[in-house]
């Protein structure tokens, strides 16, 4: 069992900058493969970037690579979503997920995951 909490979210100017922490307040989530998802308004949820701890793998959505770093502190018990050069297509609701299965690498789609946080909003401005 984990329970997840997104912050970092907020108001960004198109090209700026947002770094999101998703931290686990129960749980140990370097066990856990964790993804970042997120949702616009009147869109279905979609996956943006996933970790293995495990296996030492990161994965991305095609339309985030080279802007958005995925990344985890163990000590803190918290992964991180670097997002660079942002675009107004940005704006969305950003989700935190864990796999309650180990041994996944590579998992992007939302019934997938098991533990879900709150959400986070970020919108950028054009």
């Known amino acids: 069992q984990v329970q997840l909490v997104e912050s970092g979210g907020g108001l960004v100017q198109a090209g700026g900058s947002l770094r999101l922490s998703c931290a686990a307040s129960e749980g140990t989530l370097s066990r856990y493969p964790t993804g970042w998802f997120r949702q616009a308004p009147g869109k279905e949820r979609e996956f943006v970037a996933g970790?293995?701890?495990?296996?030492?793998?990161?994965f991305y959505k095609d339309a985030v690579k080279g802007r958005f770093t995925i990344s985890s502190d163990n000590a803190k018990n918290t992964v991180y979503l670097q997002m660079n050069s942002l675009k107004p297509e940005d704006t969305a609701v950003y989700y935190c997920?864990?796999?309650?299965?180990?041994?996944?690498?590579?998992?992007?789609?939302?019934?997938?995951?098991?533990?879900w946080g709150q959400g986070t909003q970020v919108t950028v401005s054009s």
């Open positions: 997920a864990a796999d309650a299965d180990q041994y996944v690498v590579g998992a992007d789609r939302v019934d997938e995951y098991e533990y």
């Open positions: 970790i293995s701890r495990r296996f030492d793998r990161t």
